[in-house]
């Protein structure tokens, strides 16, 4: 099983810092046009929100993991619920790379296979250098080629 490489937990701690903001935000909101809210208590959910967010992170980076096998395409991540997928080859109908703003700054990218038949039908694998990604995406193309013409026949 791969690793993500470690600075995604850099992009997902900032997304919770990000989210705890909004979270302030909407809070000091509602204290100013709705309720009266103590200061320390919106400190306090503030610091929860960003505290939990860090943890999180932490901890999804220690279960965020993939492999390919001969037929598929194997995930296994999750905190609080676990999910494992795999993704065989034979349904994959494309392979993008991706990356944001922050992504692009630390120099990591994502891959996201697109397969056919569901709703929701995209994998994403963040978290690689852009050179992983660009040969997991090239690797994922080939394999998804070659079982298309193993099902064939």
């Known amino acids: 099983m791969e690793s993500l490489h470690p600075r995604i937990r850099l992009v997902w701690i900032a997304q919770w810092i990000l989210t705890a903001a909004v979270i302030g935000v909407v809070i ?10 103590p200061t320390p208590a ?14 999180y992170a932490i ?17 296994e991540r999750g905190v609080i619920t676990f999910v494992e997928t795999a993704v065989p080859f034979v349904r994959v109908q494309h392979v993008d790379t991706q990356f944001g703003p922050l992504e692009r700054a630390l120099g ?4 996201v296979v697109y397969t056919a038949g569901s709703r929701n039908a995209d994998v994403r694998v963040p978290g690689l250098t852009p050179d992983r990604a660009r040969a997991l995406q090239d690797t994922l193309r080939e394999l998804a080629v070659e079982s298309e ?5």
């Open 149 to 153: 013409a193993d099902d064939a026949v």
């Open 42 to 55: 919106i400190v306090g959910i503030v610091a929860f929100a960003l505290l939990a967010g860090v943890a």
């Open 59 to 75: 901890l999804l980076y220690g279960r965020w993991h993939f492999e390919l096998e001969e037929d598929a395409l194997y995930l």
């Open 28 to 37: 000091a909101a509602v204290d100013q046009w709705l309720v009266t809210i």
């Open 108 to 111: 990591l990218s994502s891959v």
